[in-house]
């Protein structure tokens, strides 16, 4: 490990943390419908969009309308994509002249952007017209990332609301999130990324020949437009396969930077939107504190592993970092440090092949996934996942103190409880019984690309992935018709069965009074709490899922330290 890697993370961590109050206090701004230095240009949109849609803005709804709401939305969303898909072949800006997509792939691939998984199993660049990665992917990068953001803002007037049954109105907030968040941003750093040497153009794909002759197939496409949305929206889904390890998705060290800056900056502006809506920052902070410390646990560890290197190599005498899978110019430190981000977040996207990792460092991306994308989180599903092991963890301290537990001036009882387990519960659910049956029937086995404990790995990753809508791979499993449909299964109720839930968890908290702070009340913005919190999210994230890793990623590195490999 070096000096200059440990930089890269911590000029990060600063740079988020220095925009985190400002682009909180905004977002507290715009869902609260007051005023912004945007509003001049874009209210006059947002008033039409409420007129066309048959949208009043003072109506506001109760949870099970807005879980309405979201999910009529999203069903004709998927439609939407699924028959761009299917139809892509007879539509314009197909320069390359793709085929329409299969069926169960067409499925998949519309499951996973409509919940903002962005799991893959295409190659964009021979499989997806310029079209459908607009008019589609793209799209869907907005409006998934909006709905995320849109549940996160609703549960939080939940906790904060007293005496109420409505959580706002889905349609506002959707729209607001849209138009004064994402597509500023996106527009502003996507600039900046053509900036770098991405392309954004329509051209069809150019043949060339290199100096010493031979000819290579350069893909082009709109390419800067789509980039921006992705990490912002913690989508993650590449232009092209090689995603973010591609140069033409991520040309420099400078764009590298930026992309991780993207991923972070909404769901760690969100902690600050809470503390802001609930009239105490501090609130807000200590989410932010509980974030930063599993996202520095992790990067830590996956460096350590990464920098290592590979002890077969280091028994033939040769030193150094585990570079298999690396782009020289991000090397062990960037490509471990993008790897923790983007899976600490629901983001997906990849500098490096985390198949390639070493197993401890593989292991890391796979914990951050199976802890329910909670540190920082997917833009809104990170906070409101969050806010469910809050729930949680004021409810094992009542209990180890024999008082009832109270957050925010409101009793927790068993209701809220309940809400809050069965929003926790969808992970382990979702992510250990697909693994399981997996493992054992043909259609499992038979796109794996490695045996032994990394093929259970690829396995395990694949669910954790896609249940935690995350996207990224283990890339030595392949697809069939098993995979794509058992995945988007997966990746449906990973979505929306926890959504529901914590929405649910949100009209039980908005209907309580509240009462007044004693002096047996625990406070949760202190750092005991903090600390408790952290140690309710490891405790449960390893009683449930360390038995599955330690087959998979454990008994791999306690193998490789033997001198076997797999």
């Known amino acids: 490990m070096t000096l200059a890697g440990w930089l890269q993370a911590i000029v990060l961590f600063l740079v988020v943390l220095a925009l985190t109050k400002p682009l909180g206090l905004y977002m507290t701004l715009v869902f609260a419908g007051e005023r912004t230095w945007l509003a001049p240009a874009l209210r006059p949109v947002e008033s039409l969009v409420y007129r066309l849609g048959g949208v009043r803005e003072d109506a506001e709804m109760d949870w099970v309308a807005y879980a309405l709401s979201m999910l009529a939305f999203s069903f004709v969303s998927f439609l939407w994509l ?87 109105n889905f349609w506002v907030d959707l729209t607001r999130c849209c138009l004064y968040v994402l597509l500023p941003i996106a527009i502003v750093f996507g600039l900046l990324l053509v900036s770098q040497g991405v392309p954004q153009n329509f051209h069809a794909y150019r043949t060339v020949h290199s100096v010493s002759g031979f000819a290579q197939r350069i893909t082009g496409g709109p390419m800067g437009s789509q980039e921006a949305i992705k990490e ?3 989508n993650g889904g590449g232009f092209v396969n090689a995603n973010s390890a591609s140069p033409n998705e991520n040309p420099t060290p400078f764009s590298n930077f930026v992309e991780m800056l993207l991923i972070f900056a909404i769901g760690a502006g969100l902690t600050y939107t809470y503390g802001a809506m609930a009239k105490d920052p501090r609130q807000g902070w200590a989410l932010f504190a509980v974030m930063s410390l599993l996202f520095a646990g992790g990067f830590a560890a996956a460096y350590a592993a990464e920098a290592g290197g590979n002890p077969l190599v280091h028994h033939l005498g040769i030193a150094g970092a585990n570079m298999e899978g690396k782009e020289c110019r991000f090397g062990a430190a960037g490509s471990a440090l993008f790897a923790t981000v983007t899976t600490d977040t629901s983001c997906g996207a990849v500098n490096a092949m985390h198949d390639s990792f070493m197993p401890l460092g593989g292991l890391i991306p796979l914990v951050n996934m199976q802890l329910g994308e909670i540190v920082f989180g997917g833009v809104g599903s990170g906070l409101y996942g969050m806010i469910a092991f809050v729930v949680l963890t004021i409810f094992i301290a ?48 038979a796109t794996l690309g490695n045996s032994g404990p990394h093929g ?27 995979y794509d449909i058992l995945t988007g299964v997966n990746m449906f109720f990973g979505r929306f069965a926890v959504a529901v839930a914590v929405l649910a968890l949100a009209g039980a908290l908005a209907g309580k009074k509240a009462i007044p702070p004693s002096a047996g009340t625990f406070a949760t913005n202190s750092r005991i709490f903090v600390g408790l919190l952290v140690g309710v999210i490891l405790i449960v994230g390893a009683l449930t899922f360390l038995p599955a890793d330690a087959l998979g990623p454990i008994v791999e590195h306690l193998a490789l330290v033997q001198g076997k490999t797999f």
């Open 456 to 482: 259970f790995s690829e396995v395990l990753y694949a669910f954790s992935s896609t249940n935690a809508n995350n996207g990224s791979a283990f890339a030595g499993l392949g697809p069939n018709r098993f």
């Open 398 to 445: 009542g209990l180890m103190v024999g008082r009832t537990p109270e957050y925010l001036g409101k009793k927790i009882e068993r209701h809220e409880v309940q809400f809050a387990l069965l929003a926790i519960l969808v992970t382990p659910v979702l992510v250990l019984v697909p693994t399981a049956i997996a493992v054992i029937v043909p259609a499992g086995l």
């Open 232 to 234: 912002l929206g913690t």
């Open 82 to 168: 699924y028959a761009l898909l299917r139809l892509q072949k007879w539509l314009p800006l197909n320069p390359q002249h793709f085929d329409n997509m299969p069926p169960e792939l067409a499925w998949n691939t519309a499951i996973s952007f409509l919940t903002n998984t962005n799991w893959q199993f295409y190659s964009g660049e021979s499989s997806m017209s310029y079209l459908s990665q607009m008019a589609g992917l793209a799209w869907h990068n907005f409006v998934s990332a909006g709905v995320g953001i849109a549940v996160a803002i609703a549960v939080v007037r939940g906790v904060v609301r007293t005496s109420t049954k409505t959580l706002g």
